[in-house]
């Protein structure tokens, strides 16, 4: 797969996510941020007309992300814009937001498996089901767009089958769900798609190595094999697992994307803002391992040198992969996403690229900007 860039709009191009027919712009926008309820309405609606006015035409969303509030909050940021096929929705499914409204406890309950606490919002009363089946797929469809306010999302990507929320048994069953030889959600999906509902289909991958045991299995990339088996899937949404700071996707999934023609969608660029200001920001939403906290300074040291921002670097070195189609920051003010496309347009000199690698602070096999 070749990465496509034919049309610009606000000098943003647009690249065509793997084998499907959906066409992004290479700079898009994470919602999870605008999900948070210390992030007031107002502020979000004016976030995303910032990313529109910027240029961004592709929008990332969940029911995860605020337990509903993201997708309500962009789907009111983007009524009444242009022509809708201007601009393209992304969200999730995989979590039916059920709710609790007369529980006490604010914070979390347990998941029907018991190991596993998933959250319950204490402002809107809803927790989250985990359920991959064919009924809920299609019932997650419908109440997003209902959320949204919108009467079609473009691409909907299984979300959250993962190690970091679910033990081995839990995940089994969850692939027994999704299984389209089973009737599963993988059919829902797959009929979504042929009835013209949706234009591809996605899947979530976080390859984040927040510790060394992590690192040191390949159990998220088996993982993520076995759901290609079972899913003709146009995409993955990467968080963490291709950034200037850990490659970890070279090893198997990005290879698997570039021989199924899968395209990829680069969540958390920034690693949760530790790219953009290391020492002040959280790394992946947690502390920084010494390894990464080193391996930063480094790179923020050769990037000063040649009076580059880092973030600039780090926002365009994942795009250099020719099955990435799209890059997706989160952004909490305004002013985020007009920042994020000078960083997208920041001339960044060749010779970074070669110190990085000279220095082995990114894998020599890496694909670059030329």
């Not at 409204?101 to 998933?118: C, F, I, M, Y």
Request: charged fraction near 20%; glycine fraction near 8%; charge should be negative.
């Amino acid at each position: 797969m070749t990465t496509q860039g034919t049309t610009q709009i606000n000098k943003i191009s647009i690249r065509t996510v793997g084998k499907s027919k959906l066409s992004v712009s290479v700079l898009g926008f994470g919602g999870g941020t605008i999900g948070s309820p210390h992030i007031d309405n107002p502020t979000s609606i004016e976030t995303v007309h910032s990313a529109w006015d910027s240029g961004v035409r592709f929008f990332d969303t969940a029911p995860w992300y605020g337990l509903g509030r993201s997708e309500r909050r962009l789907g009111l940021s983007l009524s009444g814009k242009d022509d809708r096929d201007t601009y393209h929705i992304n969200t999730k499914v995989g979590k039916t937001l059920v709710p609790e409204p007369h529980r006490a406890e604010a914070n979390h309950t347990l998941s029907p498996g018991g190991e596993v606490r998933t959250p319950r919002d204490s402002i809107t009363g809803f927790r989250v089901k985990f359920d991959y089946s064919y009924e809920q797929i299609h019932r997650q469809h419908l109440d997003s767009l209902q959320r949204l306010g919108h009467s079609k999302v473009d691409s909907l990507t299984i979300h959250d089958i993962d190690y970091g929320y679910h033990t081995q048994s839990q995940i089994e069953n969850h692939l027994n769900q999704l299984s389209g030889k089973q009737g599963g959600g993988a059919r829902a999906l797959e009929e979504l798609r042929q009835e013209g509902n949706i234009k591809a289909i996605g899947c979530g991958c976080n390859l984040e190595s927040r510790n060394e045991k992590s690192w040191n299995t390949d159990q998220h990339e088996s993982l993520i094999e076995k759901i290609v088996d079972l899913v003709d899937l146009d995409f993955l949404v990467i968080a963490g697992g291709y950034t200037l700071l850990e490659t970890r996707a070279l090893r198997r999934i990005l290879p698997l994307c570039t021989r199924y023609n899968i395209g990829v969608i680069i969540a958390a660029p920034f690693a949760s803002g530790w790219l953009v200001d290391p020492g002040r920001a959280t790394y992946m939403y947690s502390e920084p391992s010494t390894e990464i906290a080193e391996r930063s300074k480094k790179i923020q040291a050769i990037c000063q040198h040649h009076d580059t921002p880092m973030a600039a670097v780090a926002l365009q070195f994942p795009l250099a992969h020719p099955a990435v189609a799209s890059v997706i920051p989160g952004a909490k003010s305004p002013a985020e996403p007009q920042q994020n496309k000078s960083f997208l347009e920041f001339p960044v000199p060749g010779d970074i690229w070669t110190e990085l690698k000279e220095q082995n602070l990114i894998d020599v096999e890496a694909p670059v900007p030329s």
